[in-house]
């Protein structure tokens, strides 16, 4: 059996294998093989071999797919990158990734004419471009037909450097040579989370994560129908498991809070029956707003812990969640180790740092000290994510460790205070921070996003400390409440915490 979009358009050529949410474009399977195939040609008549890096720069743009798929056919490692990045930050990833070909939108000109002077020798292709950087002329000078040379490529994603500058996580082309070979997240997605051949899968987050581009390929090799959002809207979201009867969807918490913030007449509105699975990962999320969740559209949510990375996955039911409120589950790939700083498993109950033990390889990048920092002293593996594991082998996650705060001594994670606080009725959206101090090393700063920003004051900061605090012991509180517009979060929710936390240690250094 030939998992691949080449195999369903041969079977069933005109079903859609994406739909627009905005737009309404539709995609068929014939369509997007079609257009894979004179990518792979163009990859091949512009010299580009097997095992060769490109890099795909797009916002969620319908011939990002037949892109990819191009890629994934001529044997190439792609490279999906943000949008919203600066053109220093897509010339670093752009010329660290090894990229000979960047292929972005035209959209982005003044972006892409900067990283042309950055990187004059790494020639671009532009959808909307002109000349020899015109990519639908380039792509219709193509034959539609296979390369003779096909072979599973591979995509190399980067981090979103939170915590400093983006990394590529680098994995081996697939043994298995054959361009519709199984993959490890087709067999999770058809098992765990019952993903079948006439799934309908919405799709609201950024393409060029790893998590909304894994999960759309795995769709497509199965036969499904990818309903992709231009850009995350609840309401929209609502309005599109209605109207296309949505079988699959992927969230991460933050997109359940922002639903979780429509009315009670707007929830209502719409027919959410269709729902078999609502899978979200990405970050844990708050038990309140999970709870809700699942009052609201049933024990369909199904959510899994994993990383870029491929070293390990946990998966956990709602049924099992509600018996374990705020677990992410057991490991279907690797065995969890939790361990202490000398790299030695603790007992279960006790937090420590998360390691899988027997997931796959990989490696960051042109950076060996970070990936050999990433496994320890057994060969285990590491996201860096701290956290506890129950007598039955659930997993609970605390936080990041990047992101534990010390103050006066004592270890804070942030993660819990920011669990609570965005469940409060005010609030939009909050980062806890740990700011420099001169008595206590540091201090818990909550940065909070109101949503109604005309309410942002001592006032509302007053009532806050007073809700949290019967439920926080006094080291976590707050002690300091500030308030912005709005925090800097990728579309995925992923927060940019490190740039918090740099604006303040520079205005500590300023005052001191």
């Known amino acids: 059996m030939h998992f691949h979009p080449f195999a369903h358009a041969q079977t069933m050529p005109d079903k859609p294998a994406v739909i627009m949410g905005g737009s309404g474009e539709v995609i068929t399977y014939a369509e997007l093989d079609q257009a894979s195939n004179r990518f792979a ?7 580009l071999q097997i095992g060769d890096t490109i890099a795909l720069c797009f916002d969620n743009n319908p011939v990002f797919f037949s892109l990819v798929w191009g890629a994934q056919r001529a044997g190439l490692i792609y490279v999906a990158v943000s949008s919203r990045l600066t053109a220093p930050e897509v010339a670093y990833i752009a010329r660290d990734s090894g990229s000979r070909l960047l292929v972005s939108n035209n959209a982005f000109a003044p ?14 292709l532009r959808l909307g471009g002109t000349g020899d950087q015109d990519l639908l002329a380039a792509l219709a000078a193509m034959p539609a037909i296979p390369v003779a040379d096909e072979r ?13 500058k983006p990394k590529g996580v680098r994995v081996p082309l697939p043994e298995d040579p054959a361009i519709g070979a199984p993959n490890g997240l087709v067999d999770i997605a ?15 987050a950024p393409l060029y994560h790893a998590a909304p581009l894994r999960w759309s390929l795995a769709v497509h090799r199965m036969g499904g129908t990818v309903v992709c959002m231009e850009k995350f809207d609840p309401e929209l979201a609502l ?16 997109h359940f809070v922002r639903l979780l913030k429509l009315d009670d007449a707007t929830r209502a ?12 990962a990405a970050a844990p999320c708050p038990v309140p707003v999970k709870q809700a969740m699942i009052e609201w559209w049933g024990p369909v949510l199904r959510e899994y812990y994993a990383g870029t990375e491929g070293n390990g996955f946990t998966f956990i039911s709602s049924e099992e969640w509600l018996q374990r409120p705020g677990s992410v589950g057991r490991a279907l790939l690797g065995v969890i180790r939790i361990c202490d700083e000398a790299g030695d498993e603790v007992p279960r109950g006790t937090e420590g740092q998360v390691y899988f033990e027997g997931g796959s390889s990989f490696s960051y990048h042109n950076d060996a000290e970070k990936t050999r920092d990433a496994a320890n002293k057994h060969g285990w593996t590491s ?6 594991q129950d007598e039955d082998g659930y997993l609970f996650l605390t936080d990041r460790k990047s992101f534990m705060i010390i103050s006066g001594g004592v270890n804070i994670y942030p993660q819990e205070i920011e669990n609570l606080l965005v469940t409060h009725p005010k609030v939009a959206d909050v980062a806890v921070i740990g700011a420099p101090d001169a008595d206590m090393g540091e201090r818990v700063v909550a940065i909070v996003q109101p949503v109604d920003f005309a309410a942002a004051g001592p006032d509302l900061a007053d009532e806050l400390l007073a809700w949290l605090a019967p439920q926080l012991s006094r080291v976590k509180m707050p002690r300091q409440i500030d308030f912005r517009a709005e925090l800097p979060r990728e579309p995925t929710g992923k927060l940019f915490k490190r740039l918090l936390r740099d604006e303040y240690k520079a205005a500590a250094a300023v005052s001191a």
């Open 152 to 164: 599973a490529g591979m995509d190399m994603l980067y981090s979103s450097g939170t915590t400093g």
């Open 41 to 47: 040609q163009l990859l091949r008549a512009r010299g």
């Open 190 to 204: 058809r098992g765990a989370f019952g993903f079948r051949d006439d799934t309908i899968y919405l799709s609201p």
């Open 111 to 124: 972006m892409l004419d900067e990283v042309m002077r950055a990187a004059p020798d790494l020639p671009q």
């Open 239 to 254: 309005a599109l498991i209605e109207r296309y009867r949505v079988t699959d969807s992927q969230w991460v918490p933050t």
């Open 383 to 388: 996201l860096g994510d701290v956290g506890r």
């Open 269 to 280: 509105r719409y027919d959410l029956s269709s729902l078999r699975c609502a899978v979200h």
